[in-house]
């Protein structure tokens, strides 16, 4: 599985943003994809994962209510809407595939694929 993120960019806090990721391979509908972002000096950490279908979904208590991710399986897309941004949303945000397993795990290490990363930048 190869994963190409973008939509990164520059935007004044209290505005929006949305994140998109493409992937290859024909097994994309049974991966559970997750949204990732690592500050500066800061450890990766989750934002969102969406299971196979789309029903099932997790946001930390950081994001819930601001960020939405959903996905497209025809088109091996993953999206994230991000609303209400924050300069403590800044980051290089990730897309990351979890393969073979149904449930959404939290943890980076839990996930077997990455793209190459997209910068977010909030400014106050």
């Known amino acids: 599985v190869q994963l190409q993120a973008s939509g990164g960019g520059l935007v004044q806090a209290g505005g929006s943003l949305r994140l998109s990721c493409a992937a290859s391979g024909r097994t994309f509908k049974t991966n559970v994809m997750g949204w990732f972002r690592q500050a500066p000096g800061k450890g990766r950490e989750i934002v969102a994962g969406i299971g196979w279908t789309g029903g099932n979904i997790y946001y930390p208590d950081s994001v819930r209510g601001r960020f939405i991710i959903s996905r497209d399986n025809a088109k091996n897309t993953v999206f994230l809407e991000m609303n209400k941004l924050a300069p403590e949303d800044t980051a290089v945000y990730y897309c990351?595939?979890?393969?073979?397993?149904?449930?959404?795990?939290?943890?980076?290490?839990?996930?077997?694929?990455w793209g190459q990363g997209t910068l977010v930048t909030v400014s106050s």
């Open positions: 990351a595939a979890r393969v073979g397993r149904p449930d959404i795990a939290t943890s980076a290490g839990q996930y077997n694929y």
